[in-house]
């Protein structure tokens, strides 16, 4: 079902008249057993694969593929400005990871904006910033496509940013990450690795403090219905403030943040459902 709405979403992204479409998916459809299902029902809204959480990265990088193709441009410039349209969506990881995987010599191309928007100091005040000013998902973004580069390949200005790296393992059958506490100074940038040995899926969540149980519970209630997977149980909440997406088994997930200015404790969550109460960590911010 989700195949024929990321192959509509694409589609459409692509150029690719929708009749076509709709006659690939119910034909994938039919082969993969699954039952066909219409895209208007009221519960599943069409996935924007530039926009929305659980979208494959090569349907994302085939779409911006597409966008760079027919405006002349990189794949790198082209993710960038969809990174800066894409303001808090739940995409903003998925595109960082695209715009830190490109070519180096594109990236050195781009390095002069992703340094200038780097280093923008008007403070970040969310959705209702002036539209000038990056948010701190981009500037996050564009930090860490410059540390994609080798240290000699990067601008003289990133040797004034200090990244904080973290890692942490998740431990297979137990729910847990190891090690579940960081501490971290206001403002800094944060990158945090999570290595997953386990066979389940698993995300990573920084929430406002004190909001781990809410959180929780409204994940929970995301394993109902259409919507939740199609967020990948993502809470619809201003109290998420940053988000590393599912991570499969055997994999890797990455993310780069710009820590909180003001100081507290802020839970860590894996919001897959059921996972909160065991999986839950801190970020102390001090
Ligand atoms: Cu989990």
């Known amino acids: 079902m989700k195949l024929i709405y990321r192959t509509w979403s694409v589609c459409a992204l692509l150029g690719v008249p929708?009749?076509?479409?709709?006659?690939?998916?119910?034909?994938?459809?039919?082969?993969?057993?699954?039952?066909?299902?219409?895209?208007t029902a009221p519960d599943a809204p069409a996935i924007n694969s530039l926009r929305d959480a659980g979208v494959a990265q090569n349907i994302r990088t085939?779409?911006?593929?597409?966008?760079?193709?027919?405006?002349?441009?990189?794949?790198?410039?082209?993710?960038?400005?969809?990174?800066?349209?894409?303001?808090?969506?739940?995409?903003r990881n998925?595109?960082?990871?695209?715009?830190?995987?490109?070519p180096a010599a594109d990236l050195k191309a781009l390095a002069p904006t992703l340094v200038s928007k780097a280093s923008d100091s008007t403070p970040d005040a969310g959705k209702d910033a002036?539209?000038?000013?990056?948010?701190?998902?981009?500037?996050?973004?564009?930090?860490?496509?410059?540390?994609?580069?080798?240290?000699?390949?990067?601008?003289?200005?990133?040797?004034?940013?200090?990244?904080?790296m973290l890692k942490t393992t998740t431990v297979p059958g137990k729910m847990a990450w190891d090690p579940k506490e960081f501490t971290v100074a206001p403002g800094a940038i944060v990158?945090?690795?999570?290595?997953?040995?386990?066979?389940m899926l698993h995300n990573m969540l920084l929430c406002s403090p004190g909001s781990l149980s809410e959180m929780g519970v409204a994940a929970d209630r995301m394993s109902e219905g259409v919507i939740g997977k199609q967020r990948d149980y993502v809470p619809?909440?201003?109290?998420?403030?940053?988000i590393m997406g599912l991570t499969a088994p055997n994999t890797t997930g990455v993310l780069w943040f710009i820590?909180?200015?003001?100081?507290?404790?802020?839970?860590?969550?894996?919001t897959y459902p059921g996972h909160w109460r065991m999986m839950n960590g801190k970020l102390k911010v001090q």
């Not at 820590?259 to 894996?270: E, M, N, Q, S, V």
Request: net charge negative.
């Open 130 to 164: 002036p539209s000038q000013s990056p948010n701190r998902f981009v500037k996050a973004a564009c930090i860490r496509a410059i540390f994609s580069l080798s240290e000699s390949e990067r601008p003289a200005a990133a040797a004034a940013w200090k990244p904080i």
């Open 191 to 199: 990158a945090i690795e999570m290595i997953n040995p386990d066979s």
């Open 62 to 91: 085939a779409a911006l593929t597409a966008i760079a193709k027919s405006a002349s441009t990189t794949v790198a410039a082209a993710t960038l400005a969809e990174i800066e349209a894409c303001d808090a969506c739940l995409a």
């Open 236 to 242: 619809d909440s201003s109290k998420v403030l940053e």
């Open 94 to 102: 998925d595109l960082a990871t695209i715009l830190a995987a490109q």
């Open 18 to 39: 929708q009749h076509v479409s709709a006659q690939n998916a119910s034909h994938a459809a039919h082969h993969s057993q699954t039952p066909p299902t219409a895209v």
């Open 259 to 270: 820590a909180p200015t003001k100081t507290g404790t802020y839970p860590l969550i894996c």
